[in-house]
């Protein structure tokens, strides 16, 4: 696992979309799959929970 930083999409409701860009994560050199370490997956949700539900879409970035 190598730590890269992406853009992600979240589904938040069945229509809203919330994409966190440049958010750390761990990436997997052999499959590209990746791992959101605890602490950054605990600030992602405080950020979710703040947008709200009458967004259709939501841009945010992550800042480190």
């Known amino acids: 696992m190598r730590p890269i ?4 999409p ?8 919330v994409i966190l860009k440049e958010l ?3 990436q997997c050199e052999r499959c590209s ?3 959101i370490e605890d602490p ?3 600030r ?3 950020m979710i929970a703040n ?8 841009v945010l970035k992550f800042a480190a």
């Open 5 to 8: 930083v992406t853009d992600l």
């Open 10 to 17: 979240f589904k938040v409701s069945t229509k809203t979309i």
């Open 24 to 26: 750390p994560v761990l």
């Open 33 to 35: 799959e990746f791992l």
């Open 40 to 42: 950054v997956l605990e």
């Open 44 to 46: 992602v949700d405080m």
């Open 51 to 58: 947008v709200g539900e009458d967004a259709e879409l939501k």
